[in-house]
Protein backbone atom coordinates (compact mmCIF):
# COMPACT_ATOMS: atom_id res chain seq x y z
CA UNK A 1 0.00 0.00 0.00
CA UNK A 2 1.30 3.24 -1.15
CA UNK A 3 1.39 6.50 1.07
CA UNK A 4 -0.98 8.82 -0.35
CA UNK A 5 0.67 11.68 -0.03
CA UNK A 6 -2.85 13.82 -1.26
CA UNK A 7 -4.84 12.35 1.31
CA UNK A 8 -2.01 13.00 4.15
CA UNK A 9 -1.80 16.53 3.04
CA UNK A 10 -5.92 16.95 2.76
CA UNK A 11 -5.61 16.11 6.50
CA UNK A 12 -2.80 18.30 7.34
CA UNK A 13 -5.12 21.07 6.19
CA UNK A 14 -7.67 20.77 8.41
CA UNK A 15 -5.80 19.26 11.76
CA UNK A 16 -3.14 20.37 13.71
CA UNK A 17 0.18 18.70 13.68
CA UNK A 18 1.56 16.59 15.06
CA UNK A 19 -0.95 14.29 14.89
CA UNK A 20 -1.17 10.32 14.76
CA UNK A 21 -2.86 9.01 11.00
CA UNK A 22 -4.68 5.28 11.43
CA UNK A 23 -6.03 4.02 8.09
CA UNK A 24 -8.86 2.14 8.85
CA UNK A 25 -8.76 0.33 5.81
CA UNK A 26 -5.66 -0.90 6.39
CA UNK A 27 -6.12 -2.36 9.83
CA UNK A 28 -9.30 -4.01 7.92
CA UNK A 29 -7.53 -5.78 5.74
CA UNK A 30 -4.51 -7.05 8.46
CA UNK A 31 -7.14 -8.43 10.77
CA UNK A 32 -8.65 -10.09 7.66
CA UNK A 33 -6.11 -11.56 6.79
CA UNK A 34 -4.93 -12.86 10.53
CA UNK A 35 -8.37 -14.00 11.19
CA UNK A 36 -8.34 -16.20 8.03
CA UNK A 37 -5.27 -17.42 8.65
CA UNK A 38 -5.70 -18.20 11.99
CA UNK A 39 -9.02 -20.30 10.94
CA UNK A 40 -6.92 -22.34 9.18
CA UNK A 41 -5.09 -24.05 12.34
CA UNK A 42 -8.67 -23.47 14.21
CA UNK A 43 -5.45 -20.58 16.33
CA UNK A 44 -7.37 -18.32 18.98
CA UNK A 45 -5.83 -15.07 18.48
CA UNK A 46 -5.90 -12.40 21.58
CA UNK A 47 -5.07 -8.75 20.39
CA UNK A 48 -2.54 -7.31 23.41
CA UNK A 49 -4.16 -4.21 24.17
CA UNK A 50 -0.70 -2.35 25.22
CA UNK A 51 0.26 -1.76 21.28
CA UNK A 52 -2.53 0.53 21.03
CA UNK A 53 -5.30 1.21 23.14
CA UNK A 54 -7.36 3.85 20.54
CA UNK A 55 -11.10 3.42 21.12
CA UNK A 56 -11.75 3.11 17.47
CA UNK A 57 -8.89 0.64 17.02
CA UNK A 58 -10.30 -1.60 19.61
CA UNK A 59 -13.89 -1.72 18.22
CA UNK A 60 -12.56 -2.63 15.07
CA UNK A 61 -10.86 -5.38 16.38
CA UNK A 62 -13.04 -6.88 18.73
CA UNK A 63 -15.87 -6.63 16.25
CA UNK A 64 -13.29 -8.83 13.95
CA UNK A 65 -13.94 -11.74 16.93
CA UNK A 66 -10.41 -11.27 18.63
CA UNK A 67 -10.01 -11.82 22.45
CA UNK A 68 -7.92 -9.03 24.24
CA UNK A 69 -4.67 -9.79 26.21
CA UNK A 70 -4.66 -7.26 28.85
CA UNK A 71 -1.58 -5.87 31.01
CA UNK A 72 -3.51 -4.25 33.72
CA UNK A 73 -6.74 -3.92 35.33
CA UNK A 74 -7.54 -0.56 33.53
CA UNK A 75 -6.99 -2.80 29.98
CA UNK A 76 -9.39 -4.98 30.96
CA UNK A 77 -12.00 -2.57 31.87
CA UNK A 78 -11.31 -0.77 28.62
CA UNK A 79 -11.22 -4.46 26.22
CA UNK A 80 -14.39 -4.98 28.12
CA UNK A 81 -16.08 -1.37 27.41
CA UNK A 82 -15.07 -2.12 23.51
CA UNK A 83 -16.95 -4.98 22.87
CA UNK A 84 -13.77 -8.02 23.90
CA UNK A 85 -16.08 -10.91 25.73
CA UNK A 86 -14.89 -11.45 29.14
CA UNK A 87 -14.82 -15.02 28.46
CA UNK A 88 -11.84 -13.69 25.87
CA UNK A 89 -9.80 -12.13 28.11
CA UNK A 90 -6.04 -13.19 29.42
CA UNK A 91 -4.45 -10.78 32.03
CA UNK A 92 -0.99 -10.79 32.13
CA UNK A 93 1.78 -8.93 34.10
CA UNK A 94 4.70 -9.58 36.43
CA UNK A 95 3.35 -7.15 38.68
CA UNK A 96 -0.59 -7.65 39.34
CA UNK A 97 -1.92 -5.58 42.19
CA UNK A 98 -4.80 -7.19 44.23
CA UNK A 99 -7.07 -4.32 42.68
CA UNK A 100 -6.32 -5.58 39.16
CA UNK A 101 -6.35 -9.11 40.21
CA UNK A 102 -10.07 -8.37 41.70
CA UNK A 103 -11.16 -6.64 38.46
CA UNK A 104 -10.56 -9.74 36.87
CA UNK A 105 -11.81 -11.79 39.36
CA UNK A 106 -15.27 -9.92 39.10
CA UNK A 107 -15.33 -10.10 34.92
CA UNK A 108 -14.66 -13.30 35.03
CA UNK A 109 -11.99 -13.73 32.43
CA UNK A 110 -10.46 -16.19 30.24
CA UNK A 111 -7.12 -16.69 32.64
CA UNK A 112 -5.06 -15.16 35.17
CA UNK A 113 -1.22 -15.50 33.83
CA UNK A 114 0.80 -16.31 36.39
CA UNK A 115 4.32 -15.47 36.55
CA UNK A 116 5.67 -16.13 40.25
CA UNK A 117 4.56 -17.96 43.11
CA UNK A 118 3.41 -15.52 45.35
CA UNK A 119 0.89 -14.47 42.72
CA UNK A 120 -0.38 -17.86 42.17
CA UNK A 121 -0.83 -17.48 46.23
CA UNK A 122 -2.40 -14.21 46.26
CA UNK A 123 -5.09 -15.02 43.66
CA UNK A 124 -5.79 -17.77 45.65
CA UNK A 125 -6.84 -15.68 48.29
CA UNK A 126 -8.33 -13.15 46.39
CA UNK A 127 -11.01 -15.73 44.65
CA UNK A 128 -11.47 -17.34 48.22
CA UNK A 129 -12.90 -14.55 49.04
CA UNK A 130 -15.18 -13.82 46.26
CA UNK A 131 -15.95 -17.57 46.63
CA UNK A 132 -15.10 -18.09 43.21
CA UNK A 133 -12.53 -20.48 41.30
CA UNK A 134 -9.92 -18.26 39.09
CA UNK A 135 -8.52 -19.91 35.66
CA UNK A 136 -5.06 -19.38 35.51
CA UNK A 137 -2.33 -19.99 33.18
CA UNK A 138 1.90 -20.39 34.04
CA UNK A 139 3.92 -17.92 32.06
CA UNK A 140 7.20 -19.90 31.87
CA UNK A 141 10.27 -18.55 31.40
CA UNK A 142 10.80 -20.96 28.16
CA UNK A 143 14.81 -19.77 28.28
CA UNK A 144 14.52 -18.86 24.25
CA UNK A 145 16.68 -15.84 22.67
CA UNK A 146 14.90 -14.17 20.37
CA UNK A 147 16.96 -12.28 18.58
CA UNK A 148 15.28 -8.90 19.40
CA UNK A 149 16.97 -5.57 20.70
CA UNK A 150 18.04 -6.24 24.63
CA UNK A 151 14.89 -4.41 25.99
CA UNK A 152 11.84 -6.03 24.34
CA UNK A 153 13.20 -9.53 24.93
CA UNK A 154 11.49 -10.95 28.06
CA UNK A 155 12.10 -15.18 27.93
CA UNK A 156 15.52 -15.12 28.77
CA UNK A 157 16.60 -16.65 32.88
CA UNK A 158 18.10 -13.34 33.14
CA UNK A 159 14.41 -11.41 32.48
CA UNK A 160 12.01 -10.90 35.00
CA UNK A 161 9.32 -12.36 33.49
CA UNK A 162 7.88 -16.03 34.00
CA UNK A 163 8.19 -19.18 36.36
CA UNK A 164 11.66 -20.80 35.78
CA UNK A 165 12.08 -24.59 34.93
CA UNK A 166 13.49 -25.26 38.30
CA UNK A 167 10.50 -23.75 39.67
CA UNK A 168 8.01 -26.35 38.19
CA UNK A 169 7.84 -28.88 41.89
CA UNK A 170 6.97 -26.18 43.48
CA UNK A 171 4.96 -24.62 41.91
CA UNK A 172 2.71 -27.84 41.09
CA UNK A 173 2.52 -28.35 45.18
CA UNK A 174 1.20 -24.94 45.81
CA UNK A 175 -1.59 -25.35 42.97
CA UNK A 176 -2.32 -28.45 44.36
CA UNK A 177 -2.70 -26.84 47.59
CA UNK A 178 -4.56 -24.06 46.63
CA UNK A 179 -8.67 -24.97 46.48
CA UNK A 180 -10.20 -21.58 44.18
CA UNK A 181 -7.45 -21.85 41.67
CA UNK A 182 -7.58 -23.99 38.56
CA UNK A 183 -4.48 -24.69 36.18
CA UNK A 184 -5.63 -24.33 32.78
CA UNK A 185 -2.48 -23.30 30.27
CA UNK A 186 0.86 -22.86 30.03
CA UNK A 187 1.86 -19.65 28.78
CA UNK A 188 4.97 -18.43 26.76
CA UNK A 189 5.80 -14.52 25.40
CA UNK A 190 9.54 -14.41 24.07
CA UNK A 191 9.61 -11.02 23.18
CA UNK A 192 8.64 -8.09 20.68
CA UNK A 193 9.32 -7.26 17.02
CA UNK A 194 10.77 -10.83 16.04
CA UNK A 195 11.52 -11.12 12.57
CA UNK A 196 13.86 -14.08 13.18
CA UNK A 197 11.25 -16.51 12.48
CA UNK A 198 13.36 -19.64 13.39
CA UNK A 199 12.51 -18.13 17.30
CA UNK A 200 9.31 -19.36 17.10
CA UNK A 201 10.41 -22.98 16.05
CA UNK A 202 12.76 -22.94 19.15
CA UNK A 203 10.05 -21.85 21.17
CA UNK A 204 7.63 -24.74 19.83
CA UNK A 205 10.45 -27.28 20.63
CA UNK A 206 10.89 -25.90 24.21
CA UNK A 207 6.99 -25.90 24.68
CA UNK A 208 7.03 -29.79 23.86
CA UNK A 209 10.08 -30.45 26.17
CA UNK A 210 7.81 -28.41 28.54
CA UNK A 211 4.29 -29.73 27.52
CA UNK A 212 5.77 -33.55 28.38
CA UNK A 213 6.88 -32.54 31.80
CA UNK A 214 3.55 -31.73 32.56
CA UNK A 215 2.24 -34.75 31.15
CA UNK A 216 4.38 -37.41 32.53
CA UNK A 217 3.21 -35.74 35.68
CA UNK A 218 -0.43 -36.58 35.02
CA UNK A 219 -1.10 -32.34 34.21
CA UNK A 220 -3.82 -31.85 31.82
CA UNK A 221 -3.71 -28.70 30.22
CA UNK A 222 -6.68 -27.27 28.17
CA UNK A 223 -4.16 -24.58 26.68
CA UNK A 224 -1.59 -23.66 25.23
CA UNK A 225 -0.29 -19.80 24.87
CA UNK A 226 2.67 -19.13 22.54
CA UNK A 227 2.31 -15.18 23.28
CA UNK A 228 2.75 -12.62 20.68
CA UNK A 229 6.13 -10.88 19.31
CA UNK A 230 5.53 -11.02 15.60
CA UNK A 231 7.31 -8.51 14.21
CA UNK A 232 6.47 -6.11 11.21
CA UNK A 233 8.45 -4.44 7.99
CA UNK A 234 9.65 -1.33 9.41
CA UNK A 235 12.28 -1.04 6.68
CA UNK A 236 9.63 -1.50 3.46
CA UNK A 237 5.83 -1.01 4.69
CA UNK A 238 4.64 -0.53 1.23
CA UNK A 239 5.78 -3.51 -0.33
CA UNK A 240 5.02 -5.38 2.90
CA UNK A 241 2.35 -4.04 4.88
CA UNK A 242 0.85 -6.87 6.20
CA UNK A 243 2.77 -9.38 7.84
CA UNK A 244 2.31 -13.27 6.57
CA UNK A 245 0.65 -14.36 9.29
CA UNK A 246 0.17 -17.44 7.04
CA UNK A 247 3.55 -18.30 7.27
CA UNK A 248 3.69 -17.56 11.18
CA UNK A 249 0.94 -19.72 12.36
CA UNK A 250 2.49 -22.66 9.65
CA UNK A 251 5.83 -22.92 11.75
CA UNK A 252 3.39 -24.06 15.13
CA UNK A 253 1.00 -26.19 12.82
CA UNK A 254 4.39 -28.09 11.53
CA UNK A 255 6.87 -27.86 15.23
CA UNK A 256 4.36 -27.71 18.18
CA UNK A 257 3.00 -30.90 19.76
CA UNK A 258 -0.64 -30.52 20.82
CA UNK A 259 -2.45 -32.64 23.03
CA UNK A 260 -5.91 -34.17 21.51
CA UNK A 261 -8.42 -31.51 22.27
CA UNK A 262 -5.58 -28.60 23.38
CA UNK A 263 -5.97 -25.00 22.21
CA UNK A 264 -3.27 -22.89 21.00
CA UNK A 265 -3.40 -19.38 21.71
CA UNK A 266 -1.79 -15.87 20.43
CA UNK A 267 -1.41 -12.77 21.70
CA UNK A 268 -0.30 -10.08 19.08
CA UNK A 269 -0.21 -6.44 19.25
CA UNK A 270 2.15 -4.91 16.97
CA UNK A 271 1.44 -7.58 13.83
CA UNK A 272 -1.83 -5.79 13.89
CA UNK A 273 -1.38 -2.50 14.03
CA UNK A 274 1.80 -0.70 13.65
CA UNK A 275 1.63 -0.66 9.91
CA UNK A 276 -1.60 1.26 9.93
CA UNK A 277 -0.43 4.29 11.75
CA UNK A 278 1.76 6.87 10.84
CA UNK A 279 3.01 10.05 12.87
CA UNK A 280 2.12 13.39 10.62
CA UNK A 281 4.68 15.81 11.45
CA UNK A 282 5.84 19.29 10.37
CA UNK A 283 9.40 20.12 9.44
CA UNK A 284 9.82 23.35 11.46
CA UNK A 285 13.54 24.24 10.82
CA UNK A 286 16.53 22.82 8.84
CA UNK A 287 19.71 23.52 10.65
CA UNK A 288 22.70 23.03 8.70
CA UNK A 289 25.22 21.52 10.95
CA UNK A 290 29.19 21.06 10.66
CA UNK A 291 28.81 17.28 9.45
CA UNK A 292 24.88 17.06 9.55
CA UNK A 293 21.86 18.78 8.48
CA UNK A 294 19.08 18.78 11.17
CA UNK A 295 15.49 18.38 10.10
CA UNK A 296 13.79 19.71 13.47
CA UNK A 297 9.91 18.27 13.49
CA UNK A 298 7.25 19.34 15.61
CA UNK A 299 6.61 15.72 16.71
CA UNK A 300 8.94 14.53 18.97
CA UNK A 301 10.01 11.49 22.12
CA UNK A 302 6.56 12.63 23.60
CA UNK A 303 4.60 11.07 20.35
CA UNK A 304 6.64 8.40 19.56
CA UNK A 305 9.58 6.88 22.12
CA UNK A 306 10.62 4.06 20.22
CA UNK A 307 13.78 5.49 19.07
CA UNK A 308 15.07 6.93 21.43
CA UNK A 309 14.07 4.16 23.58
CA UNK A 310 15.12 1.25 22.13
CA UNK A 311 16.88 2.65 19.03
CA UNK A 312 14.41 1.51 16.79
CA UNK A 313 13.81 2.11 13.28
CA UNK A 314 11.17 4.22 11.75
CA UNK A 315 11.29 4.96 7.66
CA UNK A 316 10.35 8.59 7.44
CA UNK A 317 9.25 10.11 4.25
CA UNK A 318 8.45 13.64 2.87
CA UNK A 319 4.81 14.16 2.36
CA UNK A 320 5.25 17.45 0.61
CA UNK A 321 7.85 16.41 -2.38
CA UNK A 322 5.41 14.19 -4.79
CA UNK A 323 9.52 14.26 -6.28
CA UNK A 324 10.97 10.91 -5.13
CA UNK A 325 14.97 11.25 -5.62
CA UNK A 326 15.98 11.35 -2.20
CA UNK A 327 19.58 12.59 -1.89
CA UNK A 328 19.93 14.67 0.79
CA UNK A 329 20.76 13.71 4.36
CA UNK A 330 19.04 14.92 7.59
CA UNK A 331 19.56 14.03 11.16
CA UNK A 332 15.45 13.97 11.43
CA UNK A 333 15.02 15.33 15.33
CA UNK A 334 12.53 16.34 18.00
CA UNK A 335 12.36 19.83 20.05
CA UNK A 336 12.35 17.79 23.46
CA UNK A 337 15.43 18.71 25.26
CA UNK A 338 16.96 15.38 25.11
CA UNK A 339 19.36 14.13 22.44
CA UNK A 340 17.92 11.03 22.61
CA UNK A 341 14.69 12.22 21.12
CA UNK A 342 16.17 11.90 17.55
CA UNK A 343 13.74 9.97 14.90
CA UNK A 344 16.59 9.00 12.71
CA UNK A 345 20.00 9.70 11.58
CA UNK A 346 21.16 10.05 8.24
CA UNK A 347 17.86 9.88 6.89
CA UNK A 348 17.87 10.22 3.21
CA UNK A 349 14.99 13.22 1.91
CA UNK A 350 14.30 14.98 -1.09
CA UNK A 351 15.25 18.37 -0.24
CA UNK A 352 13.74 19.16 2.50
CA UNK A 353 12.67 23.15 3.88
CA UNK A 354 10.63 24.47 6.39
CA UNK A 355 6.99 23.43 6.27
CA UNK A 356 7.39 20.25 4.68
CA UNK A 357 5.19 17.34 6.13
CA UNK A 358 6.92 14.50 7.16
CA UNK A 359 5.18 11.10 7.65
CA UNK A 360 7.20 8.79 10.46
CA UNK A 361 6.47 5.47 8.96
CA UNK A 362 4.82 2.69 11.32
CA UNK A 363 3.70 4.86 14.35
CA UNK A 364 0.61 2.59 15.05
CA UNK A 365 1.97 0.48 18.06
CA UNK A 366 3.90 1.51 20.77
CA UNK A 367 3.42 4.92 19.39
CA UNK A 368 0.47 6.80 21.27
CA UNK A 369 -0.08 4.16 23.97
CA UNK A 370 3.36 5.60 25.07
CA UNK A 371 3.05 9.54 24.81
CA UNK A 372 3.73 11.11 27.27
CA UNK A 373 3.60 15.26 28.71
CA UNK A 374 7.38 15.78 28.78
CA UNK A 375 7.60 19.79 28.53
CA UNK A 376 4.12 20.00 29.22
CA UNK A 377 3.52 18.85 25.52
CA UNK A 378 -0.48 18.50 24.66
CA UNK A 379 -1.49 15.43 23.71
CA UNK A 380 -1.32 14.72 19.65
CA UNK A 381 -4.83 14.39 18.08
CA UNK A 382 -5.56 10.81 16.41
CA UNK A 383 -6.95 11.27 13.16
CA UNK A 384 -8.37 8.64 10.80
CA UNK A 385 -8.28 7.84 7.24
CA UNK A 386 -9.88 4.94 5.08
C1 LIG B 1 3.43 -7.11 24.83
C2 LIG B 1 2.89 -8.45 24.95
C3 LIG B 1 2.34 -9.08 23.83
C4 LIG B 1 2.28 -8.45 22.47
O1 LIG B 1 3.55 -8.25 21.93
P1 LIG B 1 3.71 -7.75 20.41
O2 LIG B 1 5.16 -7.70 20.23
O3 LIG B 1 3.08 -6.41 20.32
O4 LIG B 1 3.03 -8.76 19.55
C5 LIG B 1 1.80 -10.33 24.01
N1 LIG B 1 1.82 -10.95 25.21
C6 LIG B 1 2.36 -10.38 26.29
C7 LIG B 1 2.34 -11.11 27.57
C8 LIG B 1 2.91 -9.11 26.20
O5 LIG B 1 3.45 -8.56 27.27
Redo the contacts with the bound molecule.
Keep these: MKLDKNKILEKVAHHKTPFYLYNLTLLEETLETAKKAAKKYNYHVHY ?1 L ?2 NCDERVLNLISQSGFGA ?1 C ?1 SGNEILKAIETGFSKENIAF ?1 GVGKTDDEINIGLDNDIFTF ?1 CESIQEIEVINELAAKKGKIAPIALRINPNVNANTHKYIT ?1 GLEENKFGINRWEFEKVIQVIQNASNIKLKGLHF ?1 IG ?2 IVDLSAYRSLCIKVNEIQNWFVENHILLEHINV ?4 GIDYYQPDINPIVDFEGFFAIFNDFLELQPHQELHF ?5 LVATMGDLITKVLYIKNGQRTNFAITDAGMTELIRPALYQAYHKIDNVSKQDETSDQFYDVVGPICESSDCFGKRVKLPLTERGDILAIRCAG ?1 YGEVMANNYNLREKAEVVFIQ
Design positions: AKADVANTHSQGGGLELGRAA
